[in-house]
């Protein structure tokens, strides 16, 4: 019997026959000539590489739940192989498909941790981009695997990171217009103007500075609490509108800016009315007059205006106003 096989093998060296020997991995091919074994390729598939493949493809497939099993099974048997941030990126893919946000979070993060100079590092960043922009339109955090709470502190923390890992990228940008805006409908006005113009400041050729210098104006607008209060932000709000007018053309986008404008003047008309009438309640008639007609004059075009007037005319004749009592008035008003 080994003399037969022998022979057989002696034949199929004589004719220079390729043997492959059989197994799920070929690493390695031979030509059998008579002068010696010769390798002729050397596969360039490795173990670790071929399954990471195969995990990739059940990924792509949609067998999200299969490909992360075999993820986990990959990770245990090639602890320490070069492949290791790809593996990561995918692992946190297939908690993602799998509805699992907050694991698929944490998994990314491992990789920008421990990885920072491969492409996979800068796919994290988008992948994380993606999950803090779903927390922050609504998506809930599962917790213990029933619970569901609020995870914007999560999503607010990636959009704070972005532009420290990738200062000089398109993604810090999104990122920062994101923050801005989500601070903005949460009525965090300080902090989105802070985002604001951290994008106008560091980023002044992005495409997102002329709607980050409107969305700034409209949270200094938001600012204002009210007649009795500071009106500082109302005197911002108007400046940075102006600007943006001058910048953009005074059609552009006008069928915001007028409005804002036109609300910020009904505004402090309102404020200069109030005081207008803090003086006249407390006996001050000619203060209460002088500030009346400053309304009048400043905010014509306002209902304040018709207000104003309709105040003077009950206040009756003038009296010779105290020096002392004109600056004051003048002070209270001096802001608008």
Same mark, same amino acid.
């Given at each position: 019997?080994?003399?037969?096989?022998? =022979?057989?093998?002696?034949? /199929? *060296?004589?004719?220079? /026959?390729?043997?492959?020997?059989?197994? @799920?991995?070929? *690493?390695?091919?031979?030509? #059998?000539?008579?002068?010696?074994?010769?390798?002729?390729?050397?596969?360039?598939?490795? @173990?670790?590489?071929?399954?990471?493949?195969?995990?990739?493809?059940?990924?792509?497939?949609?067998? *999200?739940?299969?490909?992360?099993?075999?993820?986990?099974?990959?990770?245990?048997?090639?602890?320490?192989?070069?492949?290791? =941030? &790809?593996?990561?990126?995918?692992?946190?893919?297939?908690?993602?498909?799998? +509805?699992?946000?907050?694991?698929?979070?944490?998994?990314?993060?491992?990789?920008?941790?421990?990885?920072?100079?491969? &492409? %996979?590092?800068?796919?994290?960043?988008?992948?994380?981009?993606?999950?803090?922009?779903?927390?922050?339109?609504?998506?809930?955090?599962?917790?213990?695997?029933?619970?569901?709470?609020?995870? $914007?502190?999560?999503?607010?923390?990636?959009?704070?990171?972005? @532009? &420290?890992?990738?200062? !000089?990228?398109?993604?810090?940008?999104?990122?920062?217009?994101?923050? +801005? $805006?989500? %601070?903005?409908?949460?009525?965090?006005?300080?902090? *989105?103007?802070?985002?604001? $113009?951290?994008?106008?400041?560091?980023?002044?050729?992005?495409?997102?500075?002329?709607?980050?210098?409107?969305?700034?104006?409209?949270?200094?607008?938001?600012?204002?609490?009210?007649?009795?209060?500071?009106?500082? @932000?109302?005197?911002?709000?108007?400046?940075?509108?102006?600007?943006?007018?001058?910048?953009? +053309?005074?059609?552009?986008? !006008?069928?915001?800016?007028?409005?804002?404008?036109?609300?910020?003047?009904? #505004?402090?008309? !309102?404020?200069?009315?109030?005081?207008?009438?803090?003086?006249?309640?407390?006996?001050?008639? $000619?203060?209460?007059?002088?500030?009346?007609?400053?309304?009048?004059?400043?905010?014509?075009?306002?209902?304040?205006?018709?207000?104003?007037?309709?105040?003077?005319?009950?206040?009756?004749?003038?009296?010779?106003?105290?020096?002392?009592?004109?600056?004051? /008035?003048?002070?209270?008003?001096?802001? &608008?």
């Amino acid at each position: 019997m080994k003399l037969r096989i022998a =022979a057989h093998l002696g034949i /199929v *060296a004589a004719l220079g /026959v390729i043997v492959c020997w059989p197994g @799920p991995l070929q *690493a390695k091919q031979w030509l #059998l000539k008579p002068e010696g074994e010769q390798e002729i390729k050397a596969s360039s598939i490795s @173990p670790d590489r071929q399954e990471l493949d195969e995990a990739h493809r059940l990924l792509v497939q949609g067998k *999200a739940s299969k490909a992360h099993k075999m993820l986990g099974k990959w990770f245990r048997t090639f602890p320490d192989s070069a492949l290791n =941030a &790809e593996a990561m990126y995918y692992t946190g893919q297939s908690l993602e498909a799998l +509805g699992k946000l907050y694991k698929a979070f944490e998994k990314y993060e491992k990789l920008l941790q421990e990885f920072g100079d491969t &492409e %996979y590092f800068q796919k994290a960043l988008e992948a994380q981009f993606g999950i803090a922009r779903e927390y922050l339109n609504g998506r809930k955090r599962r917790v213990l695997g029933v619970l569901k709470i609020s995870a $914007d502190d999560v999503g607010v923390k990636i959009l704070e990171r972005i @532009p &420290e890992r990738r200062p !000089s990228s398109l993604l810090a940008e999104r990122s920062l217009m994101l923050l +801005g $805006d989500y %601070y903005l409908a949460k009525k965090k006005y300080d902090e *989105a103007v802070y985002a604001y $113009d951290q994008l106008i400041v560091s980023y002044s050729s992005s495409a997102f500075i002329r709607e980050a210098r409107l969305q700034a104006a409209k949270a200094y607008l938001g600012k204002f609490n009210g007649a009795g209060f500071d009106p500082a @932000p109302l005197v911002e709000a108007k400046e940075r509108l102006l600007e943006y007018q001058a910048l953009y +053309g005074a059609n552009v986008q !006008s069928s915001e800016v007028q409005p804002m404008l036109a609300k910020i003047e009904e #505004l402090q008309a !309102s404020r200069v009315y109030e005081i207008g009438r803090f003086y006249q309640r407390t006996g001050k008639k $000619d203060s209460a007059r002088v500030t009346f007609e400053r309304v009048i004059r400043r905010w014509p075009n306002t209902k304040w205006a018709g207000k104003a007037q309709s105040k003077l005319k009950k206040l009756g004749r003038k009296r010779a106003v105290q020096a002392r009592e004109l600056s004051a /008035v003048a002070k209270s008003v001096k802001k &608008e």
